[in-house]
């Protein structure tokens, strides 16, 4: 696999939901960090998600919000 995007989390899924026409596929990338993503339900189907398989998350954003408590 080959992209532009230098973030890329190797994790094992540990969840797939699948909704009306949108998946939420959560990825276990270690340190008991879970990487949650939004996709479509097609998307699953032609990667072939499932628990247990291996997969990226790949973040490509412009902007990067930061927050803390008041």
């Keep these: 696999m080959k992209v532009s995007?230098?973030?890329?989390?190797?994790g094992t899924v540990v969840d797939v939901t699948k909704g009306a026409?949108?998946?939420?596929?959560?990825?276990d990338i270690g340190g008991g960090s879970v990487v949650t993503a939004s996709i479509t339900?097609?998307?699953?189907?032609e990667l072939g998600l499932?628990?247990?398989?291996?997969?990226?998350?790949?973040?490509k954003a412009s902007d990067v919000m930061v927050g803390v408590d008041a």
Excluded: C, F, M
Aim: aromatic share 4%.
């Design 5 to 10: 995007a230098r973030n890329q989390l190797k």
């Design 21 to 27: 026409t949108t998946s939420h596929v959560r990825i």
């Design 41 to 45: 339900n097609e998307a699953v189907d």
């Design 50 to 59: 499932s628990v247990g398989s291996t997969a990226y998350a790949v973040i």
